[in-house]
């Protein structure tokens, strides 16, 4: 290899000078060209390309050796160019890219690192590189600290440029052989546990107590980030090497040069014994180390702990920081560090959260359980309590003053001191779990807090973080726990919408048997996730019928302890802990200030701990002899707590802060004293203070030299920092008590239940309960049951406990009651009556108000609930209302709408073209997926009737053939209400005030758009409500008395009488304005190409065609909503909000300003024969469009909406009548077009024959004949037969009639029951036709279904064959000059389907890999965005400027051509919907989802996703009922730019 042989001449002088450490490397001499490319590589900060070119030669053996030696002796090199590098983070990667293919191969790394010094240079170079940024340290002790710390503040740390070096270390270590090397070799193991101390108490946060801290420092990322990253990977990865017994000498050395770090860390901030107070690290990395290491040797080496423990006097300082962090965790989580900022709560949350937890919090706690297990417990529980600012807290004293603590914090930093406890002797994980155990536990805690999808439970369980450790969760041990505690919830919808994922929740068999509140308090990172644990263990408990109020944490069985920490159990057995909870016992039952519940429960908790782990039974007998005598001056007469349960305390001396000036105090002798009521008063020896006596035993050990021997006298509370003179005054007084725990627990239960002598001893009743104490019914329960749980292991464990406990509940009174406490007890028991009642009294206001929130969801909201029937609407169900009245919702007044003050019902107005996706097929299109599928849009509704329009625009008159279809199946407007009324004055105001507040609102109030003030759904406009009653309610008879022609007679007149509206339109009312605006806002709702057919613009027709249309369009959508038939009946969720009334109104009142020349009222043509006009024709003007072209549907609504409101009932079923004729009669025109040339001659020949009878014009055989016959006149049958649908039999000829009535039928049902609230019958499909005829009044008696035909409906204004022939005759005029035409032109209603979106693959990746290479048909280039419209199938960029046009960007301006305003689109390389509503957008969320049912946003994780069809069907579901804008509620402006 030539790079490797070619000498250089002239070595480059010093350009890499290493400094003070001569012995790595003096300069950098470069003898080979590799050397010197390697060198202007670095310089120039690794350029891509000669990356490239250097890591292309690898594959060579000798290149790669000689590139690796080269590397590495640069390392210190590549260190200073990285530090004075401006773009780091790119340099970082690209050194890693190259060390991590020359340092993961091990054999290479071990060459390296016997032939070059790896491990040296690289444990330097990191050593110098942090140099660079160390600053002073302020712990402990300011001025004369000689510690130094890393600055968490420097870019070094704050940009993490030290990661490359870091990573190829821990990289090297992963590696045994040269682990092995580092663990042997001493004096690396000192410069690394020096580069480590670096990190020791960084960050230190000082307790701010005066105002708050005016700059937030972030600098707490850095510093958790770097000991993560710098001393906790490094450290997991070393731990992965010793885990066989062989390996205990590594364990040695390692913690040898630990402790000797920590002692001369100790000695360089000057600590003696007491941490200073008000500041706090959360670093201790030296002290994780040793916990660590030692944990290593215990759980795998099987080393005894006690050859590698410091002594004594060191397991006291090393407790002392610890302790400091949980009592700061504590006092952070009180307020008491607000002054701070929130970055202090954040720091102490990092401390326990998933990531970090198991390199601190963890490491933290073992340390202090290694510390309690061998130090003297009184000494480790008073230090706890008084790290925890509490001590002067514990007396049994009513009153008390604490020099340290306000009395606000007080009560929950006792609870912290006390849950800290509970957690210290509690906690498992380094002392004897097995690794499944753990896991198993964590994952238990996690779900027990929350239902957890897999990807965040992957992400919570805390894993080793050093990648390369070997415990990876994801393995078969993980799915395998996660199965066997937790159940697969499948996502699911809630009816508000919001999209769930798939969750995991807990077992039954979890909640009864595994719950663990200690794990969860472990492992929150907020304090409310502790709540919602217990909320769910309690919902569990009622749900299963285990324990129906409000259950108190269960008490769960531990892992045993592993035999070398047994010495944890002393806590529980020292008299300092029983003289504790002894008072605290004695304050909860005097009802002392600042004790909870909670306290108590750690109180008891903390009882039953120590029983369930006694030491060895002693013999009851020697107790009973001279017991009190023992113990004059103490409290308790041994540490075992099964026996001093049972001990009497008759008085007890408290301190009281004094009134008078100056007290004298003389203790009496042989009375138990208050062993916490410490103070600095204490002058005489007999009162027995504690802490003091604990203190002066250590300081012995402790203060060897004699300049420090002062400190012995003085009890160590006064703290070195306390104000002088601020210790207040105390008096002696001595309390009568003469109780025990026991006799205080027989109380309590007597309190919490509120009931004197609730207590009664099980096993009186049933020994066997002494014999098997684990009875299922004490296992969940409150406050007694844990008082009876812990009496009854109390009396299992000593028989004088027994006997004890049968003879205090024998004294039904308390014994020998001193005063003070009968009172007290009756003050707690009326207390607790009061407490009971308030309870009941909040009990059914709730129920009350969850009543009243749930009948308002229901009229708000859109809960299917059939009672709920326009609940806040007006109240139609009175028979006789004269007037409807309306509630406002702003100003809360009712009262009728009237013309001056109209009241409207909040709207939203929206374009919707979902009409116009329907397709003629059951079957829904598919999405392509491949070049050869395409959809193509011809067949869907809106392009049919777009067709339709255009061909009778050809051959006939403008003005006629706009009132023979409706439009608005694409663009039409829809319109919907949440039900809810305002007056239109109290609406304008409202917009004002909208306008005025500057809030960032997700709509625009330029736009009109703003939310129902009642239940905020979205809204744009106010549509009134017409004065008067808004339901004819006439009592409708089947029958009316007046005959057909009279009645046509008088629509006829109606018609004719244009102007008198009851609202004359001459004079401007509030009212007649409002109608305009809104008529005006309906208009501007949807674009200006789906209103104007017109061939001549802006011709009235138009608008006319428009108006009537908008009322086609949502009787058309109302159906949809139903399903498409009316067959289900009643007032569906749409009837609820619907409008349609007052949208009525407000068209009519518009339609009637035009006038219809009677000469062209359809009317006449319907009922009327007319005289041959045909020769009056001049034959320039087009013809009218003859009335078998007309669509029914169509002229009913011009009909109905040119009348006076408020119509008859008559009226309108005299329209209904004459407009069947005509529908009919089209139905038989249409069939006799399919039907083949013989069918045709057959049925005319056998109508013909029956013509004459009597029931002639009600027979279909005779109207299809007379059809045929009167059509065949003209050349309409006679252009290509070539489709010929032979209809044999007369019973599918009767189903065909049927379907094709249908829809006109159920469009005039619906507005029957709006227009007069006529209810909808349910029904059978097959006889759907029946009932609506009937509902119609089109039946005149209802004949027995087996006889009944279609034509029996008709009621023929005038003789029906007249009728028939001159309609016909306009086809056969017609058919003269466009033959080809007439058969098209024929109303063949298809069968349209409900409208879909697109199918789409099961699979996601069948769609990712054909659309994210496809190339937009705009630019041909592939997109950076791509998109998927799900209505069409258009493929679109998003954001795409080179598709733009006109500042609209494609999805815009795709969304307003397909949607008229709404898009809905699949983006292929995120897999999330997105929708487009106007101005608006929405991430609507995604309907694939992974095996787990979660989705996969952006494609992160890369798992492989499958359709979720509930989910889309949820997302259709709100497409076609236009619900987008209530349900998702995160919209923001899109500015044309999607």
């Not at 109780?739 to 027989?746: F, Q």
């Not at 244009?1058 to 409002?1074: A, C, Q, R, W």
Request: charged share 20%; with cysteine; hydrophobic share 35%.
């Amino acid at each position: 290899m030539v790079l490797i042989a070619l000498p250089i001449s002239a070595p480059e002088e010093g350009v890499c000078q290493w400094g003070k450490d001569q012995s790595i490397m003096d300069v950098l001499k470069h003898k080979c060209f590799l050397e010197e490319l390697l060198f202007w590589t670095i310089k120039y900060e690794f350029p891509q390309k000669m990356v490239t070119f250097l890591l292309n030669m690898l594959p060579d053996q000798d290149y790669k050796i000689a590139f690796t030696k080269t590397f590495v002796q640069h390392y210190a090199f590549i260190m200073k160019t990285l530090k004075k590098s401006h773009e780091s983070d790119t340099m970082s990667n690209r050194i890693v890219h190259i060390s991590v293919q020359l340092f993961s191969n091990e054999e290479l790394a071990r060459q390296v690192t016997e032939e070059c010094q790896l491990l040296d240079i690289m444990v330097t170079v990191l050593l110098y590189m942090m140099e660079s940024c160390l600053i002073k340290s302020e712990l402990q002790d300011e001025e004369n600290s000689l510690h130094v710390v890393v600055n968490c503040g420097e870019a070094l740390l704050k940009n993490n440029t030290y990661w490359p070096l870091v990573s190829d270390f821990i990289n090297i270590l992963s590696h045994q052989s040269v682990a092995k090397k580092f663990l042997e070799d001493h004096g690396l193991l000192v410069t690394w546990m020096n580069f480590v101390s670096f990190f020791q108490g960084m960050n230190l946060n000082k307790r701010e107590l005066n105002e708050h801290v005016e700059f937030e420092s972030q600098t707490y990322y850095a510093a958790f980030a770097a000991e993560l990253e710098a001393c906790a990977q490094p450290m997991w990865g070393l731990l992965s090497h010793c885990k066989v017994r062989e390996t205990q000498e590594y364990t040695r050395n390692v913690v040898r040069y630990c402790l000797e770090a920590l002692q001369d860390w100790f000695d360089a901030i000057n600590f003696v014994d007491e941490p200073a107070p008000n500041q706090v690290t959360f670093h201790l990395p030296l002290h994780r180390y040793f916990a660590m290491f030692l944990s290593k040797a215990v759980k795998c080496q099987e080393l005894d702990l006690d050859t590698i423990l410091p002594d004594q006097e060191m397991l006291m300082k090393l407790m002392i920081h610890p302790l400091q962090i949980q009592a700061s965790l504590s006092e952070i989580h009180s307020n008491m560090w607000v002054r701070n900022g929130l970055q202090i709560k954040g720091q102490a949350m990092t401390y326990v959260q998933s990531h970090f937890c198991n390199s601190m919090i963890d490491p933290d706690i073992y340390l202090l359980q290694v510390c309690a297990s061998r130090l003297d417990p009184d000494y480790f529980i008073s230090s706890v309590f008084e790290r925890f600012k509490v001590v002067d807290l514990l007396t049994m004293a009513s009153q008390h003053q604490n020099t340290v603590l306000d009395s606000e914090h007080e009560r929950s930093m006792l609870e912290g001191a006390l849950t800290f406890l509970v957690l210290l002797l509690s906690l498992r994980l380094h002392l004897g779990m097995t690794d499944d155990e753990i896991l198993r536990a964590e994952m238990v805690a996690q779900l027990c807090m929350n239902d957890r999808t897999h990807s965040s439970l992957l992400d919570l369980i805390p894993e080793n973080p050093n990648p390369k450790s070997g415990i990876i969760p994801g393995s078969l041990s993980f799915e395998s726990v996660l199965s066997a505690v937790a159940d697969f919830k499948a996502p699911v919808f809630e009816p508000g919408g919001s999209m769930q994922q798939g969750m995991y929740t807990p077992k039954a068999e979890v909640w009864d048997k595994e719950f663990d509140p200690v794990m969860v308090i472990l492992r929150t990172v907020y304090r409310r996730d502790v709540q919602s644990a217990m909320d769910r263990y309690t919902a569990f408990l009622k749900q299963s019928g285990k324990f129906p109020g409000n259950p108190w944490p269960p008490y769960k069985k531990r892992t045993p302890l592993h035999p070398s920490y047994k010495g944890l159990i002393k806590l529980l057995h020292c008299k300092t802990l029983h003289i504790v909870l002894f008072t605290l016992l004695y304050k909860i039952l005097m009802d002392h200030q600042n004790l909870s519940e909670h306290v108590l429960c750690m109180v008891l908790y903390l009882i039953e701990l120590g029983l369930e782990n006694s030491p060895e039974q002693e013999s009851d007998e020697e107790e009973s002899a001279g017991g009190q005598e023992r113990c004059h001056d103490s409290w308790f007469p041994g540490s075992n707590l099964v026996s001093n349960m049972r001990h009497f305390i008759n008085y007890v001396r408290v301190r009281v802060p004094e009134t008078a000036p100056e007290v004298k105090r003389e203790p009496p002798a042989s009375t138990s004293s208050d062993g916490l009521a410490l103070s600095q008063n204490s002058g005489t020896a007999q009162v027995f203070s504690l802490v003091a006596e604990r203190r002066k035993k250590f300081q012995e050990i402790i203060n060897r030299n004699t300049s420090e021997a002062n400190q012995v006298v003085r009890p160590k509370t006064s703290m070195k920092w306390s104000a002088p003179g601020a210790t207040p005054q105390l008096t002696t007084a001595i309390l009568e008590v003469k109780e025990s725990i026991l006799s205080l627990l027989i109380k309590l239960h007597h309190k919490l239940s509120g009931k004197q002598n609730s207590y009664y001893p099980p096993w009186l009743d049933d020994v066997d309960v002494l014999i098997h104490p684990e009875i299922p019914r004490y296992s969940h329960g409150d406050g007694m049951t844990a008082v009876e749980r812990i009496l009854l292991k109390a009396a299992v464990q000593s028989r004088l406990n027994k006997r004890i406990i049968e003879e205090i509940c024998r004294k039904v009174t308390p014994p020998v009651p001193p005063k003070k406490i009968s009172s007290a007890e009756k003050k707690t028991l009326d207390k607790e009556e009061r407490r009971q009642k308030a309870r009941e009294r909040q009990q059914k206001l709730l129920a009350e108000f969850a009543s009243r929130q749930k009948s308002f969801m229901e009229t708000a909201m859109d809960v299917e609930s059939p009672e709920a029937d326009m609940a806040m609407e007006v109240a139609t169900s009175e028979q006789h209302i004269s007037e409807a009245i309306y509630d406002c919702v702003i100003c809360g007044q009712s009262g009728p709408s009237t013309e001056d003050r109209p009241t409207g019902l909040v709207v939203l107005l929206q374009a919707s073209s979902v009409l116009g996706q329907c397709r003629n097929s059951p079957e829904p299109k598919r999405l392509p997926t491949t070049e050869e599928e395409q959809i193509y849009p011809w067949d869907t509704c809106a392009a049919l009737h777009d067709v339709r329009l255009s061909t009778l625009q050809r051959y006939f008159k403008d003005s006629s053939c706009l009132q023979a279809v409706s439009i608005g199946w694409e663009g039409g407007v829809y319109v919907q209400t949440c039900g809810h009324t305002l007056h239109i004055d109290c609406h304008k105001s409202y917009m004002e005030s909208l306008r005025n507040d500057q809030v960032l609102q997700g709509f625009s109030v330029d736009k009109g758009e703003f939310t129902c003030p009642l239940c905020r759904q979205f809204a744009n406009s106010v549509l009134p409500c017409y004065p008067g009653n808004n339901v004819e309610r006439s009592v409708w008879q089947s029958h009316s008395n007046k005959c057909m022609q009279d009645l046509v007679q008088e629509v006829e007149d109606l018609q004719e009488q244009l102007g008198t509206f009851p609202v004359s339109i001459s004079s401007e009312t509030n009212l007649s304005k409002e109608m305009e605006s809104v008529m005006k806002d309906i208009k501007s709702t949807t674009q200006k190409k789906y209103t104007d057919y017109s061939k001549s613009p802006g011709s009235p027709d138009n608008d006319f065609l428009f108006m009537y249309s908008v009322a086609r369009t949502n009787l058309e959508l109302e159906l949809v909503h139903r399903g498409g038939n009316l067959c289900s009946g009643g007032a569906s969720t749409a009837g609820k909000r619907s409008c349609l009334n007052q949208l009525f109104h407000v068209l009519a009142m518009h339609m009637r300003l035009y006038s219809i020349d009677s000469a062209y009222n359809p009317w006449r043509k319907l009922t009327q024969t007319m005289q041959d006009k045909n020769s009056e024709l001049v034959s320039e003007e087009l013809p009218e469009v003859p009335v078998l072209y007309r669509d029914v549907s169509s002229l009913l609504l011009i009909q109905i909406l040119t009348m006076p409101q408020p119509l008859h009932k008559e009226h309108f079923t005299c329209i209904v009548k004459v407009l069947f004729t005509l529908l009919y009669t089209q139905a038989l025109a249409a069939l006799s077009v399919k039907c083949s040339t013989e069918d045709r001659m057959a049925w005319k020949e056998a109508g013909a024959l029956k013509k004459n009878t009597s029931s002639g014009e009600k027979s279909w055989e005779v109207l299809l004949s007379h059809v045929i016959s009167e059509l065949s006149k003209g050349k309409i049958y006679e252009e290509g037969e070539t489709e010929e649908l032979a209809v044999v039999n007369p019973e599918s000829l009767e189903r065909d009639l049927q379907q094709f009535c249908l829809p006109f039928l159920r469009i005039t049902s619906l507005l029957q029951h709006h227009l007069f609230g006529v209810d909808l019958p349910g029904c059978q499909e097959e006889e759907e036709f029946t009932v609506l005829a009937s509902c119609l009044g089109l039946l005149p008696s209802f004949q027995s279904a087996h006889q009944f035909t279609s034509a029996s409906c008709l009621d023929w204004p005038v003789p029906a064959f007249d009728m028939i022939s001159q309609w016909c005759s306009e086809l056969t005029s017609f058919a003269e000059r466009h033959p080809d035409q007439v058969k098209a032109l024929l109303i063949q209603e298809p069968k349209w389907d409900l409208p879909r979106l697109l199918q789409l693959p099961e699979n996601y990746n069948t769609i990712f890999q054909y659309y994210h290479r496809k190339t937009c048909s705009v630019c041909t280039k592939v997109p950076k965005d791509p998109a998927v419209c799900l209505v069409c199938g258009t493929f679109v960029c998003l954001k795409g400027l080179c598709c733009k046009q006109q500042s609209y960007c494609e999805c815009v301006l795709h969304s307003q051509n397909c949607g008229a305003g709404t898009g809905i689109f699949l983006l292929i390389n995120a897999s999330v919907i997105i929708i487009i509503r106007g101005h608006r957008f929405c991430l609507w969320g995604s309907v694939y989802l992974d095996a787990h049912g979660e989705e996969d946003r952006d494609l992160r994780r890369g798992k492989p996703l499958y359709i979720c069809k509930e989910r889309y069907k949820v997302l259709e579901q709100q497409w076609v009922s236009h619900t987008f804008d209530h349900i998702n509620k995160r919209w923001g402006p899109h500015y044309n730019g999607l």
